[in-house]
């Protein structure tokens, strides 16, 4: 398991490059270019200045995420010939700074959805929190002014990328999952050719939550869903982030299951916990296990069992000790996530070493 932490950039991120450089056993930021909308080739200069920055903590960027998808592409209209060549060539110029993995989503219009950023929790933290209830009856421009009056925005609900959004719904109205998927297979089918030429694995996050918001369609749902995924493509190219949280917050979506089942097609772990209410509500809680409802010990013996070599990171965390961070990205509780996931692994590792704790370092 290689540990990576997800920052946003200078002046992006309330974390600096000198914290994470101190939490044990990071070696590479997950990264984007932040301010470049989806469309656009990812110039090679702006890329050299966050590899500047990484080289100086001697941090890797193997790892990308996103390159975010053109609407027109889900979309499937005929501009999409043009957002696909781009994307080509913004997956070269990852090539030329040694990128192996590239993280992406096919979910229509928004990203991860939640009713309430900074939720008070019994303990006094507060973290990231979606009311079932409340989704299904608010229009999704309501729940826009909502989530970004607070001056903080999660990513992919930037007010840019939102402005159109009214055209963005007239656009995708009536178009079935079939047609999503169909939309998805044209352009891993363009991409995916160009990635096995440079060695870089593709690897889709699934839908946060798993089903469909505001009437859209959503297609990386459940397990069933992640076999269809895969069987889009044999390439080595072809992959998917496993995202425990985003998964996990259907009840019925076994996770550590799904990980024995995928693991050789799973590069990149997002690895958090989700506490699932009997509404369908539910908060993002700590890694552990006993406090939400996913088996995150399941999940790391799951990883380890399978000799995981790929890449991993706590994905969010909540708000601890006061911190004034991006919702779900302050560096409290991922670390703590991190060392969580550490210790799990050690101790699986140790187990399997024979039980000599001497064994771990050895
Ligand atoms: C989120 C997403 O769960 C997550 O990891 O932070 O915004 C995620 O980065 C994207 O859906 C991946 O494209
Ligand atoms: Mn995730």
Same mark, same amino acid.
């Given at each position: 398991?290689?540990?990576?932490?997800?920052?946003?950039?200078?002046? %992006?991120?309330?974390?600096?490059?000198? @914290?994470?450089?101190?939490? =044990?056993?990071?070696?590479?930021?997950?990264?984007?270019?932040?301010?470049?909308?989806?469309?656009?080739?990812?110039?090679?200069?702006?890329?050299?200045?966050?590899?500047?920055?990484?080289? $100086?903590?001697?941090?890797?960027? *193997?790892?990308?995420?996103?390159? %975010?998808?053109?609407?027109?592409?889900?979309?499937?209209?005929?501009?999409?010939?043009?957002?696909?060549?781009?994307?080509?060539?913004?997956? #070269?110029?990852?090539?030329?700074?040694?990128?192996?993995?590239?993280?992406?989503?096919?979910?229509?219009?928004?990203?991860?959805?939640?009713?309430?950023?900074? #939720?008070?929790? /019994?303990?006094? &933290?507060?973290?990231?929190?979606?009311?079932?209830?409340?989704?299904?009856?608010?229009?999704? @421009?309501?729940?826009? $002014?909502?989530?970004?009056? !607070?001056?903080?925005?999660? =990513?992919?609900?930037?007010?840019?990328?939102?402005?159109?959004?009214? #055209?963005?719904?007239?656009?995708?109205?009536?178009?079935?999952?079939?047609?999503?998927?169909?939309?998805?297979?044209?352009?891993?089918? @363009?991409?995916?050719?160009?990635? /096995?030429?440079?060695?870089?694995?593709?690897?889709?996050?699934?839908?946060?939550? =798993?089903?469909?918001?505001?009437?859209?369609?959503?297609?990386?749902?459940?397990?069933?869903?992640?076999?269809?995924?895969?069987?889009?493509?044999?390439? =080595? !190219?072809?992959?998917?982030?496993?995202?425990?949280? !985003?998964?996990?917050?259907?009840?019925?979506?076994?996770?550590?299951?799904?990980?024995?089942?995928?693991?050789?097609?799973?590069?990149?772990?997002?690895?958090?916990?989700?506490?699932?209410?009997?509404?369908? *509500?539910? +908060?993002?809680?700590?890694?552990?296990?006993?406090?939400? &409802?996913?088996?995150?010990?399941?999940?790391?013996?799951?990883?380890?069992?399978?000799?995981?070599?790929?890449?991993?990171?706590?994905?969010?965390?909540?708000?601890?000790?006061?911190?004034?961070?991006?919702?779900?990205?302050?560096?409290? *509780?991922?670390?703590?996530?991190?060392?969580?996931?550490?210790?799990?692994?050690?101790?699986?590792? %140790?187990?399997?070493?024979?039980?000599? &704790?001497?064994? +771990?370092?050895?």
């Amino acid at each position: 398991m290689r540990m990576t932490f997800r920052w946003y950039g200078e002046g %992006n991120d309330s974390v600096t490059l000198e @914290q994470i450089k101190q939490i =044990p056993g990071v070696e590479g930021l997950v990264w984007a270019l932040h301010d470049l909308p989806a469309g656009v080739v990812w110039p090679v200069e702006k890329i050299q200045e966050i590899k500047d920055q990484a080289d $100086k903590y001697g941090f890797h960027l *193997d790892v990308v995420e996103s390159v %975010n998808v053109h609407e027109d592409i889900k979309l499937g209209l005929p501009s999409r010939e043009h957002y696909i060549e781009n994307y080509k060539e913004t997956i #070269k110029n990852l090539a030329t700074f040694d990128v192996k993995v590239i993280c992406y989503n096919f979910m229509p219009i928004f990203d991860w959805t939640r009713t309430d950023l900074f #939720k008070e929790m /019994e303990d006094g &933290s507060t973290a990231l929190f979606y009311e079932k209830a409340k989704v299904d009856s608010m229009n999704p @421009q309501d729940l826009i $002014k909502q989530t970004t009056s !607070s001056g903080f925005t999660m =990513p992919g609900w930037e007010p840019e990328r939102l402005a159109g959004i009214e #055209k963005s719904f007239e656009a995708y109205k009536g178009m079935s999952e079939d047609q999503l998927w169909d939309n998805l297979q044209y352009f891993l089918e @363009q991409i995916l050719p160009i990635c /096995e030429q440079h060695d870089i694995k593709m690897a889709i996050h699934p839908d946060d939550p =798993p089903w469909s918001v505001f009437g859209l369609p959503r297609i990386i749902t459940s397990e069933k869903n992640v076999e269809r995924l895969l069987s889009l493509s044999d390439s =080595p !190219s072809h992959n998917i982030t496993l995202c425990s949280g !985003s998964l996990g917050a259907n009840p019925e979506n076994d996770i550590p299951k799904i990980i024995r089942r995928f693991h050789d097609r799973i590069p990149f772990a997002h690895i958090r916990n989700v506490k699932i209410y009997e509404n369908g *509500d539910f +908060i993002e809680s700590s890694h552990r296990t006993q406090d939400g &409802s996913v088996d995150i010990a399941d999940v790391v013996k799951a990883y380890h069992e399978n000799g995981f070599t790929g890449y991993a990171r706590p994905d969010h965390g909540r708000h601890i000790w006061n911190e004034e961070c991006r919702p779900g990205y302050g560096l409290y *509780d991922r670390a703590l996530g991190i060392m969580h996931l550490w210790g799990l692994w050690d101790a699986y590792e %140790n187990v399997k070493k024979g039980g000599d &704790s001497h064994a +771990i370092n050895s």
